[in-house]
């Protein structure tokens, strides 16, 4: 019997334990018109506020915190992937070099076409085929575009 009582007595001593209690909470208004809270009435008519508060369940705030932590690490490795595919200074570099190479190469296929008399190309048997004016016109266009396209930064 004696053991029943003291188990009994244990586990409300457990229960009132794990109760939160939270004291009384008051809001007032001071004659400045500024709110005010605190444990203790104060000013005129107090205003006593429902407070219920529970405790905090520690699974839910670790789950919550490492949450967080993934979101981190996962944007910190969506960061790294992005810059990974970002080219390099060395890759940019050869491609402004390859740009300007193609520019000289069109500026030059360009003065040719300017100022040759007669435009012509060459057959599969390597023989000349003149251009007539509209064939010639056609060749300039294509060769302004590949400028345009490769001289422009």
Known sequence: MKIRAIAI???LTLI???TVYAGDIYKWIDAEGNVHYGDRPNGEQPERLNIVSRSTDRESVQAAAQDRVDARAAEAEAKAAAAAELPSAEDLRNEAKQRAEKCATYKTQMQRLVTSR???REDENGERVYLDDSEALAARQRVEKQISEFCSS
Do not use: F, G, K
């Open 9 to 11: 007595a244990s586990m």
């Open 16 to 18: 009132a334990a794990s």
């Open 118 to 120: 007669r435009l012509y």
